[in-house]
């Protein structure tokens, strides 16, 4: 039931919990863009972005992963749930930029809606959480490691991350912006994100955006280490105080979701914003060749 109630706020557009059920059913059908492994002795799930080719947090994407959190916040054995990339090279390049170029204001309301649902669930998640960074991870990949509890990034220079709208001439909402400067701090957060910077793993470590830095074939093996030494901690108490550390920041997008979607609609609808967006792809294909 709780999934259902999920899935209609997510899916507006459909009419009846049966529209909604069988679209759910239908994207899962098509395929799994997220595959969730779970330890049920040492009470950890891994949940690997499987979303070719750069893991683009997509509606559908987005959808799973809210999906997939509800499912595993309701089991009670699964304590702690790690993040990380199928394909080693890409965590995640972020959000999906065909879902804020060329569409609908509708779309843009669904699509954004959903985002927000997202940050909200992880931010809020009482698991513990850790990304394990294993490729690049920009803008919207690095909004969700920043929600994790903990960042393990794999020791590659090639691999970068940060918040990087402002190159692609996006302004990064107030709530990338808290989360960004619950991180790193506020004069870190100013230099950060106005110059749309994207630290290689030895900078990511120094401005503190993650917390350790491993050679690459460790990283799993450390982020389990770290996971453990988390899991050490009686849950009711660290749930309470991450609870407590996030509540505000939590608050501030609960209390003006709705004028966040107007926002974000009207910016991203935005003519210049839209041929911003036209020529950054661009860009990526003429790297690309
Ligand atoms: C004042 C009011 C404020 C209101 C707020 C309003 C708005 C703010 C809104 C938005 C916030 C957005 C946050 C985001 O997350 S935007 C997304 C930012 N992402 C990036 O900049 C990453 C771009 N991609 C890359 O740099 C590289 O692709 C990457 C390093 C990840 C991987 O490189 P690689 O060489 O392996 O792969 P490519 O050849 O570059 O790409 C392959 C293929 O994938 C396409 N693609 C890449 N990234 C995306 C993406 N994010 N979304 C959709 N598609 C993507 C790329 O175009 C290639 O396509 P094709 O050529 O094969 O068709």
Not at 105 to 117: F, I, S
Not at 167 to 186: E, R, S
Request: aromatic share 8%.
């Amino acid at each position: 039931m709780a999934l259902a109630s999920r899935a209609r706020a997510l899916l507006p557009g459909a009419r009846s919990w049966g529209a909604v059920l069988a679209r759910v059913t239908a994207q899962r059908a098509m395929s799994h863009r997220v595959v969730v492994e779970t330890d049920a002795a040492a009470g950890v799930a891994v949940m690997k972005f499987r979303n070719p080719p750069v893991n683009s947090l997509s509606l559908e994407m987005v959808t799973e992963l809210v999906i997939n959190l509800e499912k595993l916040e309701n089991d009670k054995t699964v304590r702690g749930l790690i993040f990380t990339s199928e394909s080693p090279g890409v965590f995640s390049s972020g959000l999906n930029l065909l879902d804020m170029y060329g569409r609908n204001p509708a779309h843009y309301a669904e699509y954004w809606k959903a985002v927000q649902e997202l940050w909200l669930r992880l931010y809020q998640c009482p698991m513990v959480t850790v990304a394990t960074i294993n490729g690049a991870c920009p803008a919207g990949g690095c909004l969700i490691s920043m929600t994790c509890d903990y960042r393990v990034m794999a020791d590659n220079p090639k691999y970068t991350i940060g918040l990087n709208e402002t190159q692609l001439g996006i302004v990064a909402p107030f709530w990338f912006k808290d989360t960004l400067v619950n991180t790193i701090g506020y004069r870190a957060s100013e230099i950060s994100l106005q110059l749309g910077l994207l630290y290689p793993p030895a900078e990511a470590l120094r401005v503190g955006i993650v917390d350790k830095v491993v050679p690459e074939d460790q990283v799993h093996s450390a982020a389990l280490a770290v996971m453990a030494q988390w899991l050490a901690i009686p849950d009711h108490a660290r749930q309470l105080t991450k609870a407590m550390l996030r509540k505000p920041t939590v608050d501030n997008l609960v209390r003006q979701r709705d004028a966040d979607i107007q926002q974000f609609v009207s910016f991203i609808s935005r003519d210049s914003i839209q041929k911003g967006l036209q020529m950054y792809l661009q860009m990526l294909k003429q790297k690309k060749a």
